[in-house]
Each structure stands twice: as C-alpha cells, then as structure tokens.
DNA sequence: TTAATACATAAGCACATTATTATCTATCAA
DNA sequence: TTGATAGATAATAATGTGCTTATGTATTAA
C-alpha cells in the first residue's frame, strides 16, 4: 500500500534529496510514462555509463524505480509498489515533462524499441 | 502568480535539494503554519546558530521563506508570493507535522511569543 | 555608555556526493 | 568460440555541503 504521506521526516528528506539532482529527476519523470535502457539515459544526458548507473542505483536502493532485463539491455521504470509512489507522483505532476529528450531520441534512431 | 508546475526541471532541482535537508524540510514544515525566530530553531534542533542561519539563508536566496525583524529577533515564514509556494506547499502536504516540536518548546517556556 | 542578546557572515575543516577510469560479468551475433 | 555491446561495480579524484570557530552588526536593557 502507498499513501501520499511519509511517515518520518528522514524519510521525506532522503526522498528529496535522490530527486534533487537534475539528471535523476529527469530520468524519473521520464520513466513516469516510459521504460528506458541505461544505454538511453547515456544518450541523452550525454553523460558516461558509470554515472548513469550510478544514479539508478541510487534510485533503486531507496526503491523507487524497478529494473527489467531484457535481453541484453535493462529497462527501468518507477516503481508503482513502492510506499513512496504516490509521494513521487504528486511531486512530478509539477515537473516539466522530458518527454522531448526520447522524441530528440527516436529523431536520431537511437530509441531501443525491442520487440515485446 | 504561483502555480504548483515549476518551469524548468534544473529549477525543480534545485528546490528539491534545498526541501532534501532533514533540518530545512522540519523547519519549513514548522513554518508553513507558524513563524520562527533564529532562537527558536537553535533550541529545537539543538544546533549552533550559525548552522541556523546558514540553512535559512539558502532557504532566503531561493526566496522560499522571509523574513520579519521584530526588535531583537527576526521571525521566519514561509513567502507566499515565491512563484514555488504552491510546489513547497504540494509537497509538505505529504511531510509529518512538525508542531509537536514547538509544543515542546512551549512546555520548556522557551517560545517566543512576543507582543503584537 | 556598557553589557548582553539575537543574528549574520566569513574562513576552515570534515564528510558526502558526483564523475572518471578501469575492470568485470552477461548477453548476443558472427 | 570470439568479438562486440550493455551494464554493474570498485577505486579514485574533484567538487559540494554542512558544521564549527571566530568575529561583526543591531537591538535592548542596565
């Protein structure tokens, strides 16, 4: 179960503070209505490998976004069982969408879009 | 004009990371319904005022809080006219409560409830 | 005027965070 | 198999953050 309140304000502050980086803020908003490949993220933030992989697993050790291997790539999305979900929600509801970034993406064939 | 959607996601960032502080989250919870004076905090968060000072002023240069000198003290509140008040005020919507801290100072007969 | 209180700010240090470089595993395609 | 691609992780370097100490200003009370 998810509620829109936290229940310590460790917690809340820990929460904002993963999402006060940039590059991770954007890579969660992205992921609110898309699953991306870390090689994805690489592209479009024009960062190295390390760093992106870096953030995720921060992201992932407080749970708030899930991994899918698929083949050799792996997926990432927010993670909607997590007790924080909703907190992330109410907080990208007022994030301009980066939805653009994987447009930019698809313009230049570099979108992952295996099969299933 | 202050709307809950913030323009630019380096923007959104960067107040995220300044609400990603456990002491700046607490004490701008606090002062979503009441004003606070420097003192004040230093007694509840049992921290040098320095320390104090310098989270309010980060807080006073993204103008997410002001300030009102009143005789020797100078009262924090939440500014209402920042263009983010209503993204501040859309997430401490899901953060605890933090008045039981005042209410501790009452108890210690250390608020400051001065005139006026 | 003098002393005390409230607060701000600068400098320096300790610790945390981020990025880079190097290396390792897993998957896929030849 | 072998080579190439995708990704994770460890070590390290660069940067940022938050704290303490020291000091300055403003206000009040003596």
New binding site residues.
């Given amino acids: 179960m998810s509620t829109k309140s936290i229940d310590s304000i460790e917690k809340a502050a820990q929460i904002l503070?993963?999402l006060?980086?940039?590059?991770?803020l954007s890579m969660v908003k992205l992921i609110e209505n898309n699953e991306?490949?870390?090689?994805?993220?690489?592209d479009i933030?024009q960062?190295?490998?390390?760093?992106?992989?870096?953030?995720?697993?921060?992201l992932?050790d407080a749970e708030l976004v899930k991994?899918r291997?698929?083949?050799?790539?792996?997926?990432?999305s927010l993670n909607k069982e997590s007790q924080y979900y909703e907190f992330v929600l109410g907080i990208l509801e007022s994030v301009p969408s980066q939805d653009e970034r994987l447009k930019e993406l698809e313009k230049q064939g570099l979108r992952?879009s295996c099969c299933e």
Same sequence: chains 1, 2.
């Fill in positions: 503070k993963l006060g980086d940039k590059t991770r991306c490949c870390v090689c994805e993220f690489v933030y960062a190295s490998q390390p760093s992106i992989s870096q953030h995720l697993r921060k992932r991994e291997r698929k083949g050799q790539w792996v997926f990432y992952i």
